[in-house]
């Protein structure tokens, strides 16, 4: 079974300062991953997706992560954090077995001081 | 403005009085799915339907029942909802499984005491 593990539920930057989320996955099969955020009070909104093709991806708002099979891993990066950016972020891998359903992560919020 | 709805936004009822929380998208999707979130636990299928008249359980289903009879709507249904379906929960479709993106609606937060 596929699964998703985020490594940190809280993660502290100050402004300015590089944003690195971490994620890693498990899955039999070559996977497609997906970073989401959501902002208090609303619902989730696609950062960014890997599903074939270059292992850099970039997204909105700045944001970018690097697919690597070698280590299962699928780490969210953003070079300057803003104050905006303070929000949960969740890490999902889909599973083509169970009719393509999200599997997320436990989620990370990130916290950006001034 | 694509998009997907739900109703009610906030719902507080009691143990066993029956619910529905409706979802709508407007984006002709034929893939939708009902995920609750709760703390320290992420986001957890309940339910999913890959097209008209067709469902299937997802990872947490007791307590739920969901219908499609039309493409756009998925309403979500707790026939004697207990506290521990407190809980908020997503509305979300994508135009096809798997690579698809999944737009998710604003979420329904439900208290049940």
């Known amino acids: 079974a596929q699964s998703v593990t985020q490594l940190g539920s809280h993660v502290s930057v100050s402004e300015g300062a590089l944003v690195l989320l971490r994620c890693n996955y498990s899955s039999s099969v070559p996977p497609y991953l997906f970073w989401y955020v959501q902002y208090p009070n609303q619902g989730l909104q696609l950062l960014l997706k890997?599903?074939?093709?270059?292992?850099l991806v970039k997204g909105i708002n700045g944001f970018e992560a690097e697919f690597k099979k070698s280590e299962t891993s699928f780490h969210l990066t953003k070079p300057s954090a803003h104050m905006s950016d303070a929000a949960e972020y969740f890490c999902?891998?889909?599973?083509?077995?169970?009719?393509?359903?999200?599997?997320f992560g436990q989620g990370t919020e990130l916290s950006v001081k001034p | 403005e694509a998009q997907v709805t739900q109703n009610p936004r906030y719902l507080i009822t009691v143990t066993g009085k029956k619910l529905t929380v409706t979802c709508s998208q407007n984006?002709?999707?034929?893939?939708m799915s009902w995920y609750r979130q709760d703390p320290g636990l992420g986001l957890r299928q309940i339910y999913y339907s890959m097209n008209v008249e067709v469902t299937d359980k997802g990872d947490v289903p007791e307590g739920y029942k969901v219908s499609r009879k039309e493409k756009r709507n998925f309403p979500l249904i707790l026939e004697s909802p207990s506290p521990n379906q407190t809980s908020l929960y997503f509305c979300?479709?994508?135009?096809?499984?798997?690579?698809?993106?999944?737009?998710f609606g604003p979420g329904t937060r439900l208290t049940v005491t």
């Open positions: 999902a891998v889909s599973d083509e077995n169970q009719g393509g359903k999200l599997i």
């Open positions: 890997y599903t074939t093709g270059a292992t």
């Open positions: 984006m002709n999707h034929e893939y």
């Open positions: 979300a479709s994508s135009r096809r499984q798997g690579a698809g993106e999944q737009y």
